[in-house]
């Protein structure tokens, strides 16, 4: 990974929403908004560890509020709106974020599918309808959509996942066509194999023994960190991305455009940062 640039304060005074934010992606977005001076509202489904990250980021002086819920709740969604906008009486940026990674094929009950889709794509795109007329009314915003590699490939058994994945690209297109006239910007990122839990169970915790394998999926041999992620959903919420909407940024290390041949001959994991 690259040195982090000195912290700039593109986002103070701003409010932002980040779904999913007590871990992984999720909190590093959040650490880094409030770096750079937003004051941010972090949903989780696991009360306790939203709990601590909350006190943790309050502790590093920051402006933050945990909202435990379920997603795939409308009644959750409405309220995160309802009370970031009576702690801060305004609203920016959204990031949706929390997802289901229920991972599926042809054994994938309906239960499954509903699960995913209510969690993905239904309640990124229930949250962008909520935030619509607060950030209109606060002069505009921005929203960002955390899709994957995974919408635009196969991968085996996973026909919930990738498809809802596929559905969020779709979704980032229509959205950022109907609310420009609310002055919002839409998009999406699309992460390629990020050092989070999901990656860290997959690998029993051994990521010394799977860096060098998975890494080979990416022209740059190694797996992503969640801040590397971050800093491209900053870029895409901040005025230095004025005139981007309706488009999904890659932050793969290169997986999307390696065709079959993979890394070809010369391929050695060489750890590049
Ligand atoms: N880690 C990767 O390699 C990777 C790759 C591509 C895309 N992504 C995407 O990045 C996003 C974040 O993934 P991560 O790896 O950081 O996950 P993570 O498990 O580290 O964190 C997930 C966060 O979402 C919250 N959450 C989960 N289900 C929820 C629900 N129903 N309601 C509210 N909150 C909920 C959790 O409490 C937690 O805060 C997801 O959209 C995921 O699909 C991850």
Redesign the pocket.
Known sequence: MTERAAVRERFSGKVAIV??????????TVRELCREGASVA?????PD??AD?EKMLKGEGFDVLFL?????EEQ?CASVVQNVLGKWQRLDFLV??????VAKGRDAERTDWERTY???PI?YATMAAKVAEPMKQSGGGAIVN?????ARIAQPNRWT?NSA?GAVANLTRCIALDLATYGIRVNSV??????????EKAAGGDRAKWEPVWGEYHMLRR??E?VE?AAAILFLLSSDASFITGADLPV?GGYQGLGSEGLGSTSQFAGSH
């Open positions: 779904t999913g934010g007590s871990a992984g992606i999720g909190l590093a972090l949903t989780g489904i696991e560890l939203g990250v435990g819920g379920d997603m795939a959750f949706n974020n929390a997802f289901s990674f209510r969690v993905g309640a955390v899709s994957s590699i995974s996942y994945k699309s992460p390629g194999w990020i050092w989070t839990r999901e990656v797996l992503g969640p992620v793969d």
